[in-house]
């Protein structure tokens, strides 16, 4: 006696569940930016005339915020999502420069917030749901 195992008839509602999921990760993520949390030494005039203290998000001008571009799709069950500003490494990283004296912590927003948001129950809520 044999038993055979198809997960074919998952595979269409993996991908709508995992669809769903990313799109609930792309809707949080500009908000996440302004969630003030991120610990810091000193205040800080920003561009926009703010005077920031400490816990403090990480909007200044919005640049960077606003620079997350929609999901880009690798594969049925791989997202990429990218944001554009020049100093999305920076922020998010960290950085030390050379010709200044201070450096900047990491203020890893995208992964703080999959942190928060738990990627994986979402995804397993979605595709119980289309089950």
Do not use: C
């Not at 880009?72 to 490494?89: F, G, K, M, Q």
């Amino acid at each position: 006696m044999t038993t055979t195992l198809n997960l074919r008839a998952l595979e269409r509602p993996a991908q709508l569940a995992f669809q769903r999921t990313v799109r609930e990760v792309e809707q949080a993520l500009p908000a996440a930016h302004e969630d003030a949390v991120y610990g810091w030494d000193q205040q800080t005039r920003r561009r926009n005339g703010e005077v920031a203290g400490s816990p403090r998000n990480v909007v200044d001008t919005g640049e960077l915020r606003d620079s997350q571009q929609p999901a880009r799709y690798t594969s049925p069950l791989n997202a990429v999502i990218e944001w554009t500003a020049d100093h999305a490494a920076a922020t998010y990283l960290g950085a030390v420069f050379r010709k200044r004296e201070a450096s900047r912590p990491a203020r890893n927003v995208p992964a703080n917030t999959l942190r928060k948001l738990n990627p994986a129950a979402l995804f397993a809520g979605h595709l119980r749901r289309l089950l």
